[in-house]
């Protein structure tokens, strides 16, 4: 799980994210057309188009009203 202020770090323009979710290292780099989110050892490696993406932050934005944090 994301804690709340790498998620709107990686709300930004063309971020290049490394850290732990769940106990692995995890990297986010966002690409001109895609992001890729793959783990230290590519054992798990996603590709979300950039309106993939959009849905995902604007999800992310409804939980942060509805939670009263936004």
Not at 2 to 22: A, R, Y
Request: hydrophobic share 40%.
């Amino acid at each position: 799980m994301f804690e709340l202020h790498c998620f709107i770090l990686l709300m930004q323009p063309d971020v290049k994210w490394t850290g732990s979710i769940n106990s692995k290292k995890w990297t986010i780099q966002k690409l001109p057309t895609k992001i890729k989110l793959y783990s230290e050892n590519y054992e798990f490696h996603y590709r979300f188009t950039l309106e993939q993406w959009e849905t995902i932050r604007k999800q992310f934005a409804g939980a942060l009203r509805k939670n009263s944090l936004a």
